[in-house]
């Protein structure tokens, strides 16, 4: 079996796994997530710092994921905590984009932190994923979900279709050196059309504004997928784990949506939608 069947099986599997989790309702859609946190928060604590699984720090990492979000998504009615992270989640992907435009790849610096503290890599994650679950706060959840997947979706299918078939000039070689312009430009293109697409029969049909809006949340998606792409070269892996067969790891698949989340439902409260 070829690389691109096992990733085109992996999937599908997954797209089901989806699906049958937002079928179940908003429990069970909100459960999955935090076992994605939980999965990615021992790879990043396992993998990328490389220290040892189920020692004293480990479950600290991991209770500073798990305990918030339990609290805040299952117990609490504090809606405004969610402002909190949200903003939070903010500061920290500025920071993350300062990170990749301006630190220079022989830097140790986030390496050093990050290795002093693994425990960061609990809270690190914990920011952006309360701000995907803040999506949950509406009544038409499952509606946002649907766009946010799809806007999602729509730049790593874009990316890849327009950077296969059309690809000529390198986006960051550096960074990640199978990126083109004309996949970043295609993603973003894909990105405007599903998500337009879905907003258009979701919510309202004459809202051409947020056509734009979309194309613009794609390349911050791809923002996001290139941060990763420079953590993992300046940690020295390939991928967050070898959990899903021909993807990686769980926080390979979903680096690009915790980035885009806080922008994602920044806009959404700033239009007043949710």
Not at 59 to 78: H, T
Not at 146 to 154: E, K, M, R, T
Not at 191 to 201: C, E, I, K, P
Not at 243 to 251: D, E, K, Q, T
Request: glycine share 8%.
């Amino acid at each position: 079996m070829s690389n691109t069947q096992l990733r085109i099986i992996s999937a599908a599997v997954m797209a089901l796994i989806v699906s049958i989790c937002l079928f179940l309702g908003e429990k069970t859609t909100l459960l999955f997530i935090m076992v994605a946190g939980v999965l990615s928060t021992d790879e990043i604590y396992c993998n990328f710092l490389k220290k040892k699984r189920f020692g004293g720090l480990y479950f600290v990492s991991q209770a500073l994921f798990a305990a918030p979000f339990i609290y805040f998504n299952f117990i609490s009615d504090n809606g405004e905590a969610f402002d909190h992270f949200i903003l939070s989640s903010l500061v920290l992907n500025f920071f993350l984009i300062y990170y990749l435009f301006f630190m220079k790849m022989s830097s140790r610096n986030v390496i050093k932190v990050m290795t002093k503290a693994p425990f960061l890599a609990g809270i690190v994650l914990l920011l952006p994923f309360m701000s995907l679950t803040a999506l949950f706060s509406s009544e038409k959840w499952l509606s946002w979900i649907a766009v946010i997947l799809l806007v999602n979706f729509g730049m790593d299918t874009g990316a890849w279709f327009f950077g296969k078939n059309f690809g000529k000039r390198k986006l960051w070689p550096s960074v990640s050196p199978k990126k083109t312009v004309e996949g970043l430009l295609g993603g973003m293109l894909t990105s405007s059309v599903l998500g337009g697409l879905a907003f258009y029969f979701l919510f309202e049909r004459s809202a051409f504004f947020v056509w734009p809006l979309f194309f613009m949340l794609g390349g911050v998606s791809q923002l996001g997928d290139l941060v990763q792409s420079k953590l993992k070269r300046q940690f020295g892996i390939k991928d967050s784990s070898s959990l899903i067969p021909g993807h990686g790891g769980v926080y390979d698949r979903i680096d690009s949506l915790l980035f885009l989340s806080p922008f994602f439902v920044w806009a959404l409260k700033a239009a007043g939608r949710i």
